[in-house]
């Protein structure tokens, strides 16, 4: 069901899997980032960055998941994986990102950080929202 979502870029789907706890790991930044409205936000923008995106291999056991991608990150080859912990209800409770090369990796760090005060915005607006 995620990977579907995400090649899908059905961002909505993948908004309504994360649990409102989750916390987020990025692999170009050293602080967690947690909570539903955040992770969505930066998820978002990230479908928007990459280029090409597909998953080539998906790792199941229990409520942990792996999913290896490839995808494009202004033009340059760019291999991750979402690890993935769900919790009983089975939504999202840890969503961890590792990518490589560094140079692919660098140039997603440069593209999120352009997006980064328009992520936390519509993170801020979000959670208005959810606690109206």
Aim: net charge negative.
């Amino acid at each position: 069901m995620f990977r579907e979502a995400i090649e899908r870029k059905d961002m909505d789907a993948v908004e309504a899997m994360l649990a409102d706890d989750v916390v987020f790991r990025s692999p170009v930044a050293h602080t967690p980032y947690p909570g539903k409205a955040i992770t969505a936000a930066i998820l978002r923008s990230v479908a928007e960055v990459f280029e090409d995106l597909h998953y080539v291999r998906e790792l199941k056991d229990g409520r942990e998941e792996a999913y290896v991608f490839q995808a494009k990150v202004d033009g340059l080859d760019i291999t991750g994986c979402d690890f993935l912990t769900f919790d009983e209800e089975g939504k999202i409770i840890e969503f961890m990102v590792m990518t490589r090369p560094m140079k692919a990796s660098q140039a997603l760090a440069t593209r999120m950080a352009e997006r980064f005060a328009d992520i936390q915005a519509a993170a801020a607006a979000a959670s208005r929202t959810s606690d109206s």
